[in-house]
């Protein structure tokens, strides 16, 4: 959840009049939790934002181990993160980059499929995908939809390993006290070999599966 100085100040605004009804309230009633602050998108519309789920969602779905990436909260994590480099940097290329590329599936999807993206059937997703996802593989026509999936995806992967169920799922172990370093985890070695087996090697351009 994005939590913004206006949304904190209001927060704190809401203390002091509390404290002032207890004062002179004697009947105790059980406290009531706040409504949820719905998340509020800086980048995305809706149509995008669908698609954007549906797409984080393919690259890192739900199983038995965790929830998907959409869970996670990756789109609130990639719509933020696009935000903060256009006001940041005051370089909107990124937002391109990842706004071009969605248009393009949508485009492309409707033209093999006649639906968009969002709303063709896993196989037909999974096709555009395959296009993509192996710059060895794809046709010139395609390398620059390449570039994009590349860095949609990198975020997706870094959005969700940098979430709490990404870390619960990997498991991280960093942050526990421990009296004696006996070697890395066993299940954190599983994990990392079985990227590497896959083909996943990191974050940066190295090919690696399109489904992680």
Not at 63 to 90: K, Q
Not at 95 to 116: C, N, P, Q, V, Y
Not at 186 to 191: L, S, T
Request: proline share 5%; glycine share 6%; aromatic share 10%.
């Amino acid at each position: 959840m994005d939590v913004t100085r206006r949304n904190l100040i209001q927060i704190l605004g809401l203390a002091p009049a509390a404290a002032a009804a207890q004062q002179t309230e004697h009947t105790h009633t059980a406290p009531v939790a706040p409504a949820p602050v719905k998340y509020q998108r800086k980048v995305f519309d809706d149509h995008q934002w669908r698609t954007v789920q549906v797409l984080c969602d393919l690259i890192i779905p739900a199983d038995e181990h965790s929830g998907s990436a959409t869970a996670a909260g990756v789109p609130e994590f990639i719509d933020d993160w696009l935000d903060f480099r256009n006001r940041e940097d005051l370089n909107e290329n990124l937002s391109a980059e990842i706004l071009g590329g969605l248009t393009w599936l949508d485009m492309e999807s409707t033209r093999l499929f006649d639906k968009d993206f969002a709303t063709a059937a896993a196989a037909q997703q999974k096709q555009l995908l395959d296009r993509i996802a192996w710059p060895e593989r794809a046709s010139a026509a395609d390398h620059h939809w390449v570039a994009f999936f590349n860095r949609f995806r990198d975020l997706t992967v870094s959005g969700f390993f940098s979430s709490k169920m990404g870390v619960a799922d990997l498991p991280y172990l960093g942050n526990k006290a421990v009296a004696e370093w006996k070697g890395t985890d066993p299940k954190v070695w599983a994990v990392i070999e079985e990227r590497m087996k896959n083909g996943y090697k990191g974050l940066g351009g190295e090919v690696k599966p399109w489904s992680e």
